[in-house]
C-alpha cells in the first residue's frame, strides 16, 4: 500500500522526513514534495509555466511546484494508487484562518478533492531545535485509524501538536477539536530600494487572543494536540436559508430546482 506525503517546507524539510521514517512501517512510503519552501501558497496550481520534477531518491521527488501541484502531479503520474495522502510535518502551526493560506494543507485537501483520504499536520517551533517526534507518532496513530475507518467524501483531518516542554516526555493526549479564530496583527510595511522605488513587506505577527473552548487554538494553548476534521463544501446553509428574503432590484429570482439546462 502506497503511503503519499508532501508539504510546503520543501524536499529538504526536517518535519518531512521524520514523517516519511515514522510512516515507513504502515507501508510503501513515497515523498513528491516542492523543491523549495512554498509556504502561505494555499492552493495555487502552476499552469503557466512547465513543472519540473527531480527524482532525489527511488520514491523520492522534487518539483518545480506548489504542493497542490506536487499532490495533482503524485496522483495522476508519479504515485497513482496512493491509499493516503499526509501533508507535513510543517514547521509551524496552522490554526483557525491559518487554513486558508496554508500549502500544507492545501496539500491534504488536493488528495480530498481527488476522494484520496488525507491528514495535514503541524507543529510549533522550537528555537533550540523542534521535536517532530510526537507529531509523527500522532500522525502514525491517525493513519493506521483513517486506514481503519475511512474518511467521508471531500473531508480531511488538520493537525496541530505543540512542542513538548523542554526535557520532558510529550504528552499522549489530544483533543477533536473545531477551527478557532486566529489573529495576526495588520501589516504593511513599505520602504524604499536604493533607486527610489516602493517596496513593501505584508503580513504582521499572531496577536494573543482568548481562544474559544472546544478549538485548536484552545488546545494547542494548553499544550494538547488538536485534531479537526475539515470538510471542503464552504455552503453557509443559515445563510442560504436567509437569502431568499433579501431581494435583487431588477431581478428575479429563480428556484434551483426550476432551471433547465442551457443547451450550447
Ligand atoms: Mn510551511
Not at 436559508?241 to 426550476?258: N, S, Y
Request: net charge negative; glycine share 10%; with cysteine.
Amino acid at each position: 500500500m502506497k503511503i503519499l506525503l508532501t508539504n510546503d517546507d520543501g524536499v529538504r524539510a526536517d518535519g518531512l522526513s521524520y514523517l516519511a521514517s515514522r510512516l515507513a512501517d504502515l507501508g510503501d512510503v513515497w515523498v513528491v514534495a516542492p523543491d523549495r519552501e512554498r509556504s502561505a501558497a494555499s492552493h495555487a496550481l502552476t499552469l503557466h509555466e512547465p513543472l519540473r520534477v527531480e527524482r532525489v531518491a527511488p520514491q523520492w521527488f522534487a518539483v518545480s511546484g506548489t504542493p497542490a501541484d506536487c499532490v495533482y502531479l503524485a496522483l495522476l503520474e508519479l504515485c497513482r494508487d496512493a491509499a493516503l495522502v499526509l501533508s507535513g510535518i510543517n514547521h509551524g502551526y496552522n490554526l483557525g484562518s491559518d487554513i486558508f493560506y496554508s500549502g500544507t494543507v492545501a496539500g491534504a485537501v488536493e488528495a480530498a478533492l481527488r476522494g484520496v483520504p488525507a491528514i495535514a499536520v503541524s507543529t510549533a517551533v522550537r528555537r533550540s531545535g523542534t521535536d517532530f517526534r510526537p507529531a509523527a507518532d500522532l500522525c502514525h496513530a491517525l493513519a493506521r485509524a483513517v486506514l481503519t475507518e475511512g474518511l467521508p467524501k471531500k473531508t480531511l483531518l488538520n493537525v496541530n501538536v505543540p512542542q513538548p516542554p523542554e526535557g520532558r516526555p510529550p504528552q499522549r493526549g489530544y483533543c477533536w477539536t473545531r477551527l478557532g479564530e486566529r489573529v495576526y496583527r495588520d501589516l504593511v510595511d513599505s520602504r524604499t530600494d536604493p533607486r527610489g522605488g516602493t517596496y513593501y513587506w505584508i503580513g504582521g505577527g499572531v496577536l494573543p487572543v482568548e481562544a474559544a473552548p472546544g478549538t485548536d487554538l484552545y488546545a494547542v494553548g494548553r499544550g494538547i494536540a488538536s485534531v479537526t476534521p475539515l470538510g471542503l463544501d464552504l455552503t453557509h446553509d443559515g445563510l442560504l436559508e436567509r437569502l431568499p428574503e433579501w431581494r435583487l432590484h431588477g431581478f428575479e429570482a429563480v428556484m434551483a430546482h426550476e432551471q433547465q439546462p442551457v443547451q450550447e
